[in-house]
RNA sequence: GGGCGAUUGGCUCAGCGGGAGAGCGCCUCGUUCACACCGAGGAGGUCACUGGUUCGAUCCCAGUAUCGCCCACCA
């Protein structure tokens, strides 16, 4: 029970000396490790792994100061926590990563070969990897570092293969001949959500396909499109079957331009006749609705772009990359005096790759896909029924609106970074699909591919835990407790832990079947003026930047305080300034109270003994836990931390602290002696409530306020002892304080100047035992002999005269009555209006009557007391 | 093209049927013995617009405008 001498500490509270060795004591210590057997109630909350390449950007430092103040708060309320730290091994990312570093030395990942690639993709993340997980202790994540994972891992590895051979048998994956999205850069597929879609200045043009010259009105059709180069695989051209005007040329066919081609005119409901033409080109094999319509009318699929997006097709475009042969084309169809009218730009959405930008390819090509629809109705009910909890609910809709409508999900990837696809092909096309302790028969080949990187994500919540053994950790924190993400990928990675969490524990309750019982969902990070971060921008924050000079506990503070459900965050440095000032008024609260004795008492406080101010901010206090408890309960983290920064600054610090001087400079011991302790208290209560969002700063002030070993263990406090009689009689005081303070800045005293003053009719008001503080207050000096009152104000019941001869400006002073007495005059007037209007009194609750009559009253003494005072000034001597 | 959300003081945001709030910024005063990363006081808003419901609307409903986000295979 040693405690640092208070003198030590400075008056300026110093992060970087604090935060490191704090945190390495954490660690040891050993505190943010779970128990799988414990009794205590569990609480688990999994972190959304970063990618192995990643660094931790603000988004990340949101997520994770969010998450690290549920679970510390778990933590001191005796809660089996677990926070579970890992990293995905991000496919594609890692790999990008890896062949750039070859080809600094002129190699590509061919020249190495797939194991020896494989193989320095992780070396390199033995080297470089994972640069994330030591900025997470910066910090101050209290993640359990034993219980660490990757996807690539040999459980998560068992994990993937058990779920795809569980999924195979059951129908549920397959291989199939698609459309699907390629990047001719990564020379990949990618899934719907690994393509992003803008839209592009494109050019809509129209082409006059058939005869041209005296043949043209019998049998040319004129299609629109914004890639003519594709025409070279086009099988067909579509028309609706109820557009009139192409009625006569369906069923026959038409000249294609550049080829010699006949193509048929076919007639499919999906064309719509009002746009362009009226008639579309048809390329089943590089466009997904060509296909779908190639499909129906049992067309030939035509390739003529390689996996490069290079022209294929024989003839004078062979060797072309498409954005080449798209003008080459046109050029060539221009003379041939095919185009019809001339090009006109248009708007339309194209999808690049999430990766690397690359315009995406509609290509066809052999896929494996997740049929989803069942597991997605699945996702779906469990929202439905309320075993899952979206928070805020408003997310509801989206997640419906993404489940209910989702496409077959790519999972195969042309990548040599990831989990490969547990497949083997027999010498005659035999498939089977081998589970994680099985052979495949002897001379068999795997299939090359590999998962896309979300299909290991979407096993996070119980792969880490050890599925699909029957582990301690599963049984013990299976389903966690809450997952706390970013809205963005509520679909990407949210609804996809929902399918498979729910599939891969089909066989348990209902209830307990989910990957998580709520999901938690916060927005953003955007700069000061709402706008989203973005390097072109230049308005990025790195968290670490911040952390460096305002300290973690101010970084995260000011990202939780801008954290309101659902909604972004916009910060800024002048907020981050504002948090570090925040830590630094905390710790010279706590170093006034050291310096003045104070101390936690042993035993608990008794209302008797204490004072009317101690009674009053323990009333504070148990309201403002009460309140924590309930916004924590709603991921209200905005309301928390304005909560406890008011009851931390203006209450106890600006109220209570000034209060507290009077008994502790008294000389009475008892009375000092009490107020030490309830100080002590307060403090020792508000360190812990404040420590889930700022660990570091609390933890040193805690432990020097108490002698204690750390506030990481300490109990989440849970105090209630309110005192309505201590809080009116409070506020009275500082309503009163308030008011005279104000008279005096208009008088234009200087604040520590010193004036004499008699309180007239304070004996027998509740304000009688105050009078010594509202002195210290106000610095009004006891009526000395020859005291002449040269100045009054009333307020609270009370008159207060003051001597402040030669110090009063009344043309000011007359200023500010007439100003508050205008007001006072307008808010009569309201409430007398709404008094007045008696279907208001018939019709109201009588609580809000009665509220408006006292509004009445109180406005109605203030405009007597006002006019008074003019009264008194006009008539009375000038000083 | 669908869906969702926003519009409150200079900026970022709370509030959401009965007296307009916070932080930062701004103005005035202050070297009062925890803190100038401070203290005291103050200015500043017809709560986007138009209608409706109600005794009463910033709050509920409808429409309008502007902005934002998500989803989407109209060539």
Redesign the pocket.
Known sequence: MSRPDPIELP????PSEVEGPRYERWEKAGYFVADAYSAAPAYCIVIPPPNVTGFLHIGHALNHTLIDALVRRRRMQGYNTLWLPGMDHAGIATQNVVERELAKEGLSRHDLGREAFVERVWQWKAESGGKILGQMRRLGDSVDWSRERFTMDEGLSRAVQTIFKQLFDDGLIYRAERIINWCPRCLTALS??E?????DE?E?ISIRYGGVGEDQANDSIV?????PETMLGDTAV?V?PDDARYTRLVGKTVELPLTGRRIPVIADD????????????VTPAH????F?IGRRHDLPSLTILDEHGVITAHGPFQGLDRFEARPAVVAALREQGRIVSEVRP?L????HCSRCSTTVE?RQSLQWFVRVAPLAKAAGDAVRDGRVRLHPP??N??YF??VD???DWCISRQLWWGHRIPVFYGPDGEVCCVGPDEQPPAGWHQDPDVLDTWFSSALWPFSTLGWPDDTPDLRAFYPTSVLVTG??I???WVARMMMFGLYAMRGAEPADAVPFRVVALHG?V???????MSKSRGNTVDPLDWVDRFGADATRFTLA??A?PG??????E??A??S??????L???V??AL??GAHVPAAPLSADTLSVPDRWILSRLSAVISDVDELFEAF?F??IC?IL??FA??E????Y??LA?VPL?SGDPQVAGTTRQALGFVLDRLLRLLHPVMPFVTEELWTALTGEESVTVASWPAFRQPDPVAEAEISSVMRL??EV??F???Q??????RVAARLVGVEGSPLARHEQSIRSLL?LDPPADGFAASASLAAEGIAVELDVAGAIDVAAERRRLE?DLAAARS?AE??AR?LD?A??T????A??VA??R??LE??GSDITRLEQRLAAMQGGPST
């Open positions: 008056s300026q509270y110093a719907d959500i393509v992003d879609h803008s839209d494109g809509l299609v629109a499109t914004t890639r579509a609706h999906h064309v719509d006749p009002s746009f362009g033409t009226g008639a579309v080109k466009d997904p609705n060509d779908e248009y339309h959405a194209v999808g509609p408003e997310m809709a989206r609106a993404w409508d989702m496409h809205y963005d509520l679909f990407f953003l955007r700069d000061q003026f709402g706008k989203k305080r801008g309101n909604a972004d965050v916009a910060i800024s002048e907020w300034a504002g570090r000032n925040f830590c630094n008024k710790w010279n609260a170093r006034f310096l003045n209200e905005g309301k304005d920064y008011h600054w203006d106890v610090c600006d109220w602290l000034e001087k400079a304080v308030t303070r104000r005096r800045s208009d234009g005293l200087r604040p520590g100047q610095r100003k808010e309201q409430a709404k209007n279907e208001f018939a019709k109201a609750p609580e809000v509220k408006t006292r509004r109180a406005a």
